[in-house]
């Protein structure tokens, strides 16, 4: 499992690397509706998939499909049924990206 710090900005753009493929992660907080959202992008900034809003313990791609997607989940873990602007600072929500390996059995 990897860990992925969500920054303490409204809108953010960071990089990681997954399975020797680098992409670009955006997380954006919606102010008016006190919710996050999540983006994964390829090298050249182009999306793969666009911002999707993120919801506690869901796979946060389930939905879609495609050849770009690294091979494994996103997801937000929390014990809190919604992930409002300070849940990754106050720890009660952590980001991550599970790879499906560590998925099987």
């Not at 920054?7 to 996050?36: K, L």
């Not at 809003?53 to 050849?67: A, M, Q, T």
Request: aromatic share 16%; charged share 25%.
């Amino acid at each position: 499992m990897i860990y992925i710090t969500v920054p303490d900005e409204n809108d953010s753009m960071s990089q990681i690397t997954i399975d020797e493929t680098d992409y670009n992660i955006r997380f954006t907080y919606n102010e008016s509706y006190d919710y996050w959202s999540f983006g994964l992008y390829d090298s050249d900034e182009e999306p793969v998939i666009a911002m999707t809003r993120i919801v506690p313990n869901f796979p946060l791609f389930h939905f879609y499909s495609g050849g770009s997607l690294p091979d494994g989940v996103f997801g937000c873990i929390s014990d809190t049924e919604k992930v409002g602007r300070e849940a990754f600072n106050e720890g009660t929500a952590e980001f991550v990206f599970i790879p499906s390996d560590e998925m099987d059995g």
